[in-house]
């Protein structure tokens, strides 16, 4: 089709909600970055915001079934311009501006404030000319070529592979290429990608057009979003999908990102059934799963794997120093466990004096101060402990004063213009709980804080993984982990003791050799990882589990 998805008949087929996401695939095509989707309620009037060259550019667009449109779309981005401190601002519409529309826009012109319209037949031309390919497409590097290589295998020999990577070495890259690599030798096939849950499934579509042609379609399938066809490729929460293979679609190549919510029985098992003659693989940066099923026994076993310490010594993730804060210890609990034998929930809850928030600041403030141009993260324990903690980290220094919380209860729209003010550095500091767990991107991390219980060896590890993402000036990672589970020392005992072993085996890279894992009272550290060394499987231990320590364990 001439013109493609910015096609005149496209753009018409897709209705109000098709123009901006049309707009967006377009905008990474002509080389933007953090292009944005902000349309909804007190969007301020701005439908996308995106950078290039270190410019924010806000776009509006105003899609008509019946010729020209009027001012109203001019008026909103006159406001957007303001408020989004933008600066280049476009109309964009299927169609065309009418006579006051362009009238006002020469007014504004005349007083400073640029507005250029991207028009039908402006669409249909920058269609023509924007490459084939997203620009800066990344070469995979040797251990994602290895990745496809196997995965290729796996799925010609059973029709089934599964991607083991850590957050940060591209999960996501190995699995668009496969794609793409299936698509050129079958071209028009029918390809599934499912997640569980809505926002991750809208990322990975914009994922998937790095690796595609302009020409290939992709639509997402959600509860919100029904696409008139579900040529291309389909990506899709689990839920919406069976919806549609229930009724008769079927893919010819079915990915699971997210693996590790495969379960024995529900959802995204009753897919897998029914498209029985699909190939299928499945990727995950954390295989585990807390009700202990085998993901292995549904996909066989990983094609390829990569951990955090290889990833590190290899020097694709980030160095990391970490600081486990442990100055809260109670000593005397540490010396009844063995007596005793507590459980992991009473231990935790006797092991751990609370901790000040206004602590918490002051060694946040030690490590902002000798971090260049810091970004940050901070872990809380709930919705109400993250607005509380940016309350306080605005007033207690300059430097925070645009410090914002970012939960699961605000708007989607607001989180998104957030993250596009973090990327920019206009917002320094972000506190959360969980939404930054799976599939955010956010490479200029370089600062985290863990405020919060994780009792999850998962989510720790997705959590961590935020900030180890390589990035342009990034020369590490900052960790500051305020411990309140004996789990998680033991987890990232685990982890020091992986990068140990990596550097024995000498994997002897720049940025792995950089990584270090260190206690505030290193006394402290040295003893608790005799004392936990000794207790089995404590790092994936359920509350209930009653724990047998060492007599002592070397503490006097």
């Not at 293979?245 to 495969?262: A, N, Q, Y």
């Not at 990035?471 to 982890?495: M, N, Q, Y």
Request: glycine share 8%; net charge negative.
């Amino acid at each position: 089709m001439k013109g493609g998805f910015l096609s005149t008949e496209a753009l018409l087929r897709g209705g109000p909600r098709g123009l901006p996401h049309a707009l967006e695939r377009a905008l990474w095509h002509l080389g933007f970055s953090d292009v944005r989707v902000v349309d909804g309620a007190g969007d301020g009037g701005a439908d996308l915001l995106a950078v290039r060259n270190r410019e924010q550019w806000v776009f509006q667009c105003k899609w008509s079934s019946r010729g020209p449109v009027a001012r109203e779309g001019v008026d909103d981005l006159e406001r957007a311009h303001s408020r989004y401190r933008a600066d280049k601002a476009v109309l964009v519409t299927n169609t065309s501006l009418n006579g006051t529309a362009e009238s006002r826009r020469r007014a504004l012109a005349s007083v400073g404030i640029k507005i250029t319209v991207w028009d039908g037949p402006t669409l249909a031309d920058i269609w023509e000319r924007m490459p084939a390919r997203i620009p800066a497409r990344f070469g995979l590097r040797p251990y994602q070529e290895d990745a496809v290589d196997r995965i290729e295998a796996d799925l010609a020999a059973t029709d089934s592979a599964l991607l083991v990577l850590a957050t940060g070495l591209g999960k996501t890259v190995v699995g668009g290429e496969v794609i793409d690599r299936f698509l050129k030798r079958s071209p028009g096939a029918p390809v599934l990608v499912a997640a569980h849950m809505k926002d991750l499934v809208e990322q990975l579509e914009r994922a998937l057009w790095r690796h595609v042609d302009k020409t290939v379609l992709t639509h997402v399938l959600t509860g919100e979003r029904k696409p008139t066809n579900l040529e291309g490729i389909v990506v899709g929460t689990v839920e919406s999908v069976l919806g549609a293979v229930s009724t008769g679609w079927r893919p010819k190549l079915v990915m699971i990102d997210e693996t590790h919510h495969v379960g024995e029985q529900g959802r995204f098992a009753e897919l897998l059934d029914l498209c029985g003659d699909a190939a299928k693989f499945g990727v995950t940066a954390t295989p585990w799963r807390g009700d202990k099923f085998d993901i292995t026994a549904r996909f066989g076993r990983a094609s390829y794997t990569m951990g955090i310490a290889e990833g590190m010594a290899e020097g694709y993730l980030s160095a990391v120093d970490y600081r486990l804060f442990v100055d809260n210890i109670d000593w005397e609990t540490v010396k009844e466990a063995s007596e005793h034998g507590y459980s992991v929930k009473e231990l935790n809850r006797k092991l751990f004096l609370p901790q000040r928030d206004e602590e918490i600041v002051e060694h946040f403030r030690d490590a902002w101060r000798s971090t260049h141009d810091p970004r940050a993260i901070l872990f809380c324990q709930t919705i109400e402990h993250a607005e509380r903690m940016a309350g306080l980290l605005a007033a207690a220094d300059q430097s925070w004063r645009n410090a914002s919380f970012l939960h699961s209860a605000l708007p989607r729209q607001r989180r998104q213009i957030l993250l596009n003010e973090f990327r920019l550095g206009r917002v320094p500091v972000i506190t959360c709980v969980d939404v930054f767990n799976e599939g955010v991107d956010v490479p200029d991390v370089n600062l985290i804080g863990f405020l919060r219980v994780t009792h999850s060896r998962r989510i720790f590890v997705q959590q961590l993984g935020r900030g180890l993402r390589l990035s342009p000036g990034k020369d590490h990672l900052k960790a500051l982990d305020f411990v309140t589970d004996i789990r998680r020392v033991a987890a990232t005992l685990e982890l020091r003791r992986s990068l140990e072993a990596t550097d024995t085996e000498q994997l002897r890279f720049a940025r792995g050799r950089g990584s270090k894992i260190e206690f505030s009272d290193e006394t402290a550290g040295t003893l608790l990882d005799h004392w936990i060394e000794d207790a089995a499987s404590l790092e994936t231990a359920a509350d209930e589990v009653r724990l047998q320590f060492p007599s002592q364990g070397g503490i006097d």
